[in-house]
């Protein structure tokens, strides 16, 4: 229930939040470039809060479906006909600015999520980045990784040339590089300090590999120290804890069969999902049975066992898995515009790709989707929120840049149109535009849909 609480309440702050960043920057850029604007709304369909303000009397409004939000400017074909057609007025009508005000007010809204984004990622790299040490833990046969000849304990120094601190940009640099390479070099390091620079092929990469972790699909894996198969912690009404076991038992086989480490224990769990498992556990000094049955989840398109039970590190060994990389307040700020331009040029080739079809439109997300990693994300620490925070906005930022009729986009395609021609397009031309632009919106929104669905039922 309080998960369920968390979910909604941190959906509707991000949506909140971000829609209201990309409409205030519309609205503010059309103040400083004189026009009137008559309302501003967050949300679409009945108000529940409306309040008109300042000297233009601007409606501020907060309407009951918050998947959205817009503003409304003065428009000359409004003032003709009406009392309140005056001059004065006239001359702050939307369509009475120059084509380079228009263009600055339409893009306005992408340009505030983008700086946002830029704020958050500043405040993170300010706090220090906390992520796991590139550190390769087992690489399966017969796979890029594999033929590679790459190999446990190395520590991953650089892809491609660029260097990376962290699992987190490895796998982002990975990702970006299988994009566009049909292979990627990564130099490497092992224990007695020897650099080994592996060439990975990418060629046999399939576009549904891109809906999965693409670490999995190179054949690597996050290493993972050889810790006793003692159990640290129990999450509430898992099989784990119905099954009986508790804090600090040991683990000593599973079905009749020998573990030495945590990892042999996962790996014959991920092994038998809905299956009755048979455990031998230390408990104290003595020794005593128990059956679990490891509930299935779906990971990567397919079911694989779990209990409910982690293990816990001691702080001297959870110092060699993590690193914290500081930043000044310049540096950060420069690591922060660096993030979101990637990130941006790479939801760009992510939708160029799906367009081709090198890529699954599976890939797409949509509200429940969003929803679900928010609550994800906010049950994970403020830190993981903020990051999902700057994702979402640069994703509203770029899909709103799309040249698609009715997103800002299509709207900033036509003043390109009329700086060619030398005059506004057409009113012919908008209404098509418009219906053209709903049709792929209500598509988009349907597959979205249908994804999320698709997601619910396979988990």
């Given at each position: 229930?309080?998960?369920?609480?968390?979910?909604?309440?941190?959906?509707?702050?991000?949506?909140?939040l971000l829609v209201t960043i990309h409409?205030?920057?519309?609205?503010?850029?059309?103040?400083?470039?004189?026009?009137?604007?008559?309302?501003?709304?967050?949300?679409?369909?009945?108000?529940?809060?409306?309040?008109?303000?300042?000297?233009?009397?601007?409606?501020?409004?907060?309407?009951?479906?918050?998947?959205?939000?817009?503003?409304?400017?003065?428009?000359?074909?409004?003032?003709?006909?009406?009392?309140?057609?005056?001059?004065?007025?006239?001359?702050?009508?939307?369509?009475?600015?120059?084509?380079?005000?228009?263009?600055?007010?339409?893009?306005?809204?992408?340009?505030?999520?983008?700086?946002?984004?830029?704020?958050?990622?500043?405040?993170?790299?300010?706090?220090?980045?906390?992520?796991?040490?590139?550190?390769?833990?087992?690489?399966?046969?017969?796979?890029?990784?594999?033929?590679?000849?790459?190999?446990?304990?190395?520590?991953?120094?650089?892809?491609?040339?660029?260097?990376?601190?962290?699992?987190?940009?490895?796998?982002?640099?990975?990702?970006?590089?299988?994009?566009?390479?049909?292979?990627?070099?990564?130099?490497?390091?092992?224990?007695?300090?020897?650099?080994?620079?592996?060439?990975?092929?990418?060629?046999?990469?399939?576009?549904?590999?891109?809906?999965?972790?693409?670490?999995?699909?190179?054949?690597?894996?996050?290493?993972?120290?050889?810790?006793?198969?003692?159990?640290?912690?129990?999450?509430?009404?898992?099989?784990?804890?119905?099954?009986?076991?508790?804090?600090?038992?040991?683990?000593?086989?599973?079905?009749?069969?020998?573990?030495?480490?945590?990892?042999?224990?996962?790996?014959?769990?991920?092994?038998?999902?809905?299956?009755?498992?048979?455990?031998?556990?230390?408990?104290?000094?003595?020794?005593?049975?128990?059956?679990?049955?490891?509930?299935?989840?779906?990971?990567?398109?397919?079911?694989?066992?779990?209990?409910?039970?982690?293990?816990?590190?001691?702080?001297?060994?959870?110092?060699?898995?993590?690193?914290?990389?500081?930043?000044?307040?310049?540096?950060?700020?420069?690591?922060?515009?660096?993030k979101t331009g990637d990130t941006a040029?790479?939801?760009?080739?992510?939708?160029?790709?799906?367009?081709?079809?090198?890529?699954?439109?599976?890939?797409?997300?949509?509200?429940?989707?969003?929803?679900?990693?928010?609550?994800?994300?906010?049950?994970?620490?403020?830190?993981?929120?903020?990051?999902?925070?700057?994702?979402?906005?640069?994703?509203?930022?770029?899909?709103?840049?799309?040249?698609?009729?009715?997103?800002?986009?299509?709207?900033?395609?036509?003043?390109?149109?009329?700086?060619?021609?030398?005059?506004?397009?057409?009113?012919?031309?908008?209404?098509?535009?418009?219906?053209?632009?709903?049709?792929?919106?209500?598509?988009?929104?349907?597959?979205?849909?249908?994804?999320?669905?698709?997601?619910?039922?396979?988990?």
């Open positions: 229930m309080l998960n369920a609480l968390l979910t909604i309440a941190a959906f509707v702050f991000t949506l909140g409409e205030f920057g519309h609205y503010q850029v059309a103040k400083w470039c004189g026009v009137k604007v008559l309302k501003f709304s967050i949300g679409f369909g009945k108000p529940f809060f409306s309040k008109k303000i300042g000297r233009d009397q601007t409606e501020f409004v907060l309407a009951t479906i918050p998947l959205g939000g817009y503003v409304k400017m003065l428009d000359e074909q409004e003032l003709k006909g009406t009392d309140e057609y005056a001059l004065h007025d006239m001359s702050r009508a939307l369509n009475r600015q120059s084509v380079a005000k228009r263009m600055a007010i339409v893009v306005a809204g992408s340009g505030a999520n983008l700086l946002l984004a830029v704020l958050f990622y500043w405040i993170l790299f300010l706090l220090g980045v906390v992520g796991l040490k590139p550190i390769i833990g087992h690489v399966s046969d017969n796979t890029p990784a594999g033929l590679a000849s790459m190999t446990r304990g190395e520590i991953i120094q650089s892809v491609n040339g660029k260097p990376v601190v962290n699992w987190q940009e490895t796998r982002w640099i990975l990702l970006e590089e299988s994009l566009k390479n049909n292979s990627v070099e990564v130099l490497a390091i092992n224990s007695d300090k020897e650099a080994h620079l592996h060439q990975l092929d990418l060629s046999g990469l399939k576009k549904e590999d891109f809906e999965t972790d693409i670490l999995e699909k190179l054949g690597l894996s996050i290493y993972q120290p050889d810790i006793p198969a003692r159990v640290g912690e129990i999450i509430h009404n898992s099989p784990a804890a119905k099954a009986g076991l508790q804090i600090n038992d040991l683990i000593l086989s599973v079905n009749h069969k020998k573990v030495r480490f945590w990892e042999d224990f996962v790996q014959e769990i991920r092994r038998s999902p809905n299956a009755n498992v048979a455990l031998s556990v230390l408990r104290g000094e003595q020794e005593i049975y128990v059956n679990v049955i490891p509930e299935a989840v779906m990971e990567n398109h397919k079911n694989t066992g779990r209990i409910g039970a982690a293990f816990k590190l001691l702080p001297n060994e959870l110092d060699k898995l993590f690193v914290t990389t500081h930043y000044s307040v310049g540096g950060a700020l420069l690591q922060a515009i660096e040029i790479f939801s760009l080739k992510m939708i160029g790709n799906m367009l081709t079809g090198h890529v699954s439109w599976k890939s797409i997300s949509g509200p429940v989707s969003i929803a679900s990693y928010a609550g994800q994300s906010a049950n994970m620490g403020i830190k993981v929120f903020i990051g999902f925070l700057a994702v979402i906005s640069i994703s509203i930022g770029v899909l709103n840049l799309l040249p698609i009729p009715v997103l800002d986009g299509g709207h900033f395609m036509y003043y390109m149109a009329e700086i060619f021609t030398g005059k506004p397009v057409s009113e012919t031309t908008m209404i098509i535009g418009q219906k053209v632009g709903f049709t792929l919106l209500g598509f988009m929104m349907i597959l979205a849909l249908y994804n999320d669905i698709n997601r619910l039922i396979t988990g």
